[in-house]
């Protein structure tokens, strides 16, 4: 049609037709919204091997396997190398994107036709439902995981209805980390600050010393949301644990606005009104605050034990790192600490060779040791085993012995962010940065929250 | 609907008017290949997202139809609202402040006549638009910073009690950022309009400096008609670049702080991708397109209604 005729100019048909070209293609779209997309996972529940269908022998076969890892974490570099030494018919190709893309990506990479062995997988959200990845129940009971400590594997585990806590194993951690208090003693020491705070009160006597002698008392940046290291630092110590975890774990009718999260909040705002948080914290991110404490520059800083080697560097002997002390003493410690969690494909061709180097990982010497060596973090798996060697007196060495002491009071707690895939963007960053900035109070802020769990939670 | 001009020759002698004619053929046959790539990599696109948008699906497992809810949600969601209204606002920045100041430099530019200075001020106005709008948003990012260059060049003129974390700070973060998109389209809006004025002619300003007009005069009765194609130009670049802005924020500030620089741009990225809710962050690209379509295309009314 629309023949050139030379008398009208043509661009003026060209742009009456760009409105009905749209009208066009949404029309085609109508049409094609009558046919569902997407297939059915079929929960991928139903075909669950047990245990003597899988084999913990290694093939003597020459194998190539694909882990999919974020860029940053040279972790899984050095234990592939290390298993491939051990065992050289076994080689691997790591994969590196951004944590990002790899997290906004991985649903898709699992769904593939060629998907990788082993993916880093830092929430499951409904790929357990979509049938995306392995149990590894009957690995755990071939390989005799029960000796492992099960408050290590049971975030790592999740039903069919997508909720954590029970259900199958899912994935398992390439380190287990633990969060805690990095103090700088020299700053301390000028300030008359003789040893790390018992209890929340003695913690908050320390930030107002500081604070008065123009010190910065807590090192934080919220661009990116670490803050909430900080935020929910303070709510576990109020908070029912249990009550907490059925939150994470996403069970029915669980809620974020409870008493102890509630407190836990305002305490934070309290921080916040008293200026004990940088003036442009919600324009740092993790790294920019990671720096400034490296440089001297605040007392306390709230991260994780995946720092220690950095800020060792950074401070030498003029730092200490510890649990984040009760609100009364005597009350036992409850810390964040998560599993570096990878998950194996449901389409890996190599089920039994990925998940050796799995078990490989938690139970050889040299595995436990890369593992501490290069992220600062336990290896987890049965206790009994030998820890690894750190430096005495190395922030470190005091990583570890948190690890043991909040395994053995049971006070691990994941971290909130990984409650549900979007709520760390879309609500816990933009609502704490209002939090940190008094311009919210901290019922607000678990209100907001649990408002937004409920949408996100609800439309599954 | 494919509506594709076919090159007729006006010779005398029609062909017969049976079946597809020689040229005809031979110009599907030509336009193929970008058919196909336009076909494959827009329209398909935009009629499976019309589709996603009427479904409850995560990208992967099996969808669920749910009618015009996503819609709904667009429309009533306050979270959504405001990263439209953002979005508006950017408007300002990217389209408003970069041809107004592009028509000020561009004038200035000409009256400088064809020396080295005028080359020189073009090429340094222009050296924006080569610079990722990725990168434009880090560098910029620092620059803002408690301790950038912008607080620093503040305290040393004296004026360090405005000195703030100016992508941190409620009130000054969305003009912050902003003002990186007029920083970055200045540029551009200079040199097209630089060329637009080149084309017009000059005798039209001897007669009207005989006529006695001063500068002001020339300005909107010559220049200002004369570059109303550039500036149709302009005004829809910019408008497109200020309604789907993701580099700039994605890089700078993410949203923050609390949702003070959310664009419709970042939450259908985050919608569709993080909280894995493909339907709705498609119905939301829909709206943003037919927003864009509907204030872009009033302007091309506009830039033609004089032309005849």
């Given at each position: 049609m629309a023949h050139r005729d030379g008398r009208q100019p043509s661009r003026r048909r060209g742009a009456r037709r760009a409105p009905a070209a749209i009208a066009a293609a949404v029309t085609a779209g109508l049409v094609l919204a009558a046919c569902a997309p997407g297939t059915d996972g079929g929960g991928g529940s139903s075909d669950t091997p047990d245990a003597s269908d899988v084999s913990t022998e290694l093939t003597k076969k020459k194998v190539k396997l694909t882990i999919a890892d974020e860029t940053g974490f040279p972790l899984t570099d050095k234990l592939t190398e290390e298993y491939t030494r051990q065992h050289p018919n076994v080689t691997f190709t790591v994969n590196r994107d951004t944590f990002q893309n790899l997290t906004a990506n991985a649903p898709r990479l699992l769904a593939s036709?060629?998907?990788?062995?082993l993916i880093r997988l830092p929430t499951m959200g409904e790929t357990v439902k979509d049938g995306l990845l392995a149990n590894l129940d009957p690995y755990h009971k071939a390989y005799g995981?029960?000796?492992?400590?099960e408050s290590q594997l049971e975030p790592l585990r999740m039903d069919k209805d997508g909720v954590r806590g029970s259900g199958g194993l899912y994935q398992l951690g390439l380190g287990y980390s633990v969060t805690g208090i990095y103090m700088n003693t020299k700053l301390a020491e000028e300030l008359g600050i003789d040893g790390p705070p018992e209890t929340l009160g003695e913690l908050e006597e320390d930030l107002a010393t500081a604070k008065a002698k123009g010190v910065l008392p807590i090192v934080a940046g919220d661009k990116d949301g670490v803050v909430n290291f900080v935020v929910q630092a303070a709510m576990n110590q109020y908070a029912d644990k249990e009550e907490f975890l059925t939150w994470m774990y996403n069970k029915p009718g669980a809620s974020y606005d409870t008493p102890g999260n509630r407190k836990g909040a305002e305490l934070v705002r309290k921080w916040a009104d008293a200026g004990y948080f940088p003036k442009d914290i919600n324009s740092l991110d993790y790294f920019a605050f990671v720096s400034r404490f490296n440089d001297g520059k605040g007392l306390f800083t709230f991260n994780g034990n995946w720092e220690a080697a950095n800020y060792q560097k950074g401070l030498g002997d003029d730092v200490t790192f510890f649990l984040v002390p009760p609100a009364k003493k005597g009350e036992g410690h409850v810390a964040m600490g998560a599993a570096n969690s990878f998950s194996v494909a449901a389409?890996?061709?190599?089920k039994d060779e990925i998940v050796h180097f799995l078990n490989w990982v938690h139970t050889d010497a040299k595995a436990r040791q890369i593992v501490l060596d290069v992220t600062g973090a336990s290896a987890g798996g049965d206790p009994s085993l030998p820890q690894p060697k750190a430096k005495a007196g190395s922030l470190a060495e005091s990583a570890l012995e948190m690890s043991t002491q909040i395994a053995n009071e049971g006070g691990q707690v994941d971290f909130m962010a990984n409650t549900t895939a979007g709520i760390y963007s879309g609500s816990i960053i933009p609502e704490s940065q209002l939090l940190v900035t008094s311009k919210i109070s901290g019922k607000e802020f678990v209100q907001r929250v649990q408002k937004f769990y409920e949408k996100e939670v609800g439309k599954r | 609907m494919t509506g594709v001009p076919a090159p007729v020759r006006r010779t005398g002698r029609a062909a017969p008017r049976k079946g597809p004619r020689r040229g005809e053929a031979h110009g599907w046959l030509l336009l193929l290949p970008a058919l196909l790539a336009y076909v494959g990599f827009v329209v398909w696109p935009l009629i499976v997202g019309v589709q996603y948008s009427f479904y409850d699906w995560n990208g992967v497992g099996l969808a669920t139809w749910v009618g015009f809810e996503n819609y709904a949600t667009v429309f009533t969601d306050p979270e959504l609202l405001g990263a439209i209204g953002n979005a508006l606002t950017l408007l300002v920045f990217f389209t408003v402040i970069p041809v107004g100041a592009g028509l000020v430099l561009a004038t200035l530019i000409r009256s400088l006549r064809s020396g080295g200075f005028a080359r020189a001020s073009q090429t340094i106005l222009f050296?924006?638009?080569?610079?990722?709008l990725a990168a434009a948003g880090i560098a910029w990012s620092w620059m803002y910073a408690q301790t950038g260059a912008v607080n620093e060049i503040l305290e040393a003129v004296?004026?360090?009690?405005?000195?703030?974390?100016w992508l941190a700070d409620y009130g000054t973060a969305l003009p912050a950022v902003g003002l990186i998109g007029s920083w970055v389209l200045t540029g551009l809006c200079t040199v097209l309009l630089l060329t637009g004025i080149g084309k017009i002619d000059p005798s039209l300003y001897e007669a009207a400096r005989i006529d006695g007009a001063g500068w002001w005069r020339e300005f909107f009765t010559i220049t200002l008609p004369g570059l109303r194609q550039e500036i149709a130009v302009l005004v829809t670049l910019s408008m497109i670049a200020a309604l789907s802005s993701f580099d700039i924020i994605y890089t700078s500030t993410q949203g923050g702080p609390g949702r003070e620089t959310l664009v419709p741009a970042i939450s259908i990225y985050r919608i569709g991708f993080t909280q894995s809710d493909v339907g709705l962050a498609s119905a939301f690209g829909i709206v943003l397109m037919i927003l864009v379509v509907a204030l872009v295309l009033p302007i091309q009314r506009l830039a033609r209604a004089g032309d005849r």
């Open positions: 036709n060629n998907p990788p062995d995981w029960d000796s492992w400590p389409k890996s061709k190599n | 050296l924006p638009q080569v610079i990722p004296g004026l360090g009690w405005l000195a703030r974390p």
